[in-house]
């Protein structure tokens, strides 16, 4: 936590500011380690400030004592502190504050308002080992899952059978939660990338599976797509061609790497016999949060550097007939890549 603290320090000068304050939730658990959705953070040069409320006091007190002064929130602590601090610009996080928040501090906070939430979102990009250990446990937890669910499932099932057994194993195997709403589609319900499963039985075809585990506060994040029955020749086809494109992708990416060339070389495959068909983008960062920076878009011009953690999952959706996606989480590194993901793609037919 003291590093990330001084890492944010470091960005005072270039940022034109004496101070920051953290208002947002997941940037809290960045520099804390901990969870509290209304708490506030001010850091500055010197001297570091974690307002706390009583239900998250005693933790605060017992895990940040060496590195923030803990304080309970009172009427008027914020505009104490700057004074105390001789602080005159601020930067804040106005992705997080509402605009009544955000006007509140311009009105009683005195001081230049400067947003640092790019700043921030920089430095999150940049896992740091802890950080990549807790991605990896929480995959290796998704992988399990994958596991346990090619072994019991069956035709007889339903969405929600398999979804429930998919989250049921990842809590009874160290996950903390979901990462995100467990997408099962079978058949032509395949096609919608963002289906939600439902109580009816798996229909015969595609059956796409996008589910992660949450550890420690990181996300984990894959798609695998079997075939419930036998694929014809077509179905083999467009898997193949993602499965291909997928493969390609991961063999590109390294450091150096412009996010949307990566996107380019899974689209290109893609795009030369199902046009029109791979809608979304190649991948997103996983962090903290899901969906975060970078994002491997063909609008995003950013280089991939060590210690980017990146989702590669093309796709192919034909409306009201099928789809496939095939996700893998990997971490960037100097020269190469680490795929996390240790879940076998070939087709899997299940009859």
Known sequence: M?????????????????????????????????????????VCQERAYAIEDFRYEEIAQTTLHDIYTVISPKQGILSELIAENKITSLGIENESLTLKEY?????????????????????????????????????????????????????????NDVCAELEYYMRKHGAHDKSFETIVVSGAKSSMPHGTPSD??????????????????????MTRTICIGKADDEMKKLYNTVLHAQKSA???????????????????????????????SLGHGVGLEIHEAPTLSSRCDKILVPGNVVTVEPGIYIKGKYGCRIEDLVIIKEGEIRNLTKSPKELIEIY
């Open 2 to 42: 003291l590093q990330k603290l001084e890492n944010l320090r470091a960005k005072f000068d270039p940022l034109g500011i004496d101070a920051c304050l953290i208002t947002g939730a997941i940037s809290h658990r960045y520099f804390t380690g901990f969870d509290n959705p209304d708490a506030t953070l001010l």
């Open 200 to 221: 009816t039985r798996l229909k015969k075809g595609f059956l796409t599976m996008d589910f992660g585990a949450l550890y420690d506060g990181y996300h984990a994040d």
């Open 250 to 280: 991961l063999e590109f990416l390294r450091d150096g790497v412009k996010c949307s060339d990566a996107d380019k070389v899974a689209r290109d495959i893609i795009e030369k016999d199902y046009k029109g068909t791979f809608g979304h």
């Open 103 to 159: 006007e509140r501090f311009k009105a009683t906070l005195k001081v230049n308002l400067v947003s640092i939430n790019d700043t921030i979102s920089s430095m999150r990009e940049i896992k740091t080992p802890c950080e990549l250990e807790k991605i990896a446990i929480a995959q290796e937890i998704t992988d399990g899952a994958f596991a346990h669910i090619l072994k019991i499932i069956t035709p007889q099932m339903t969405e």
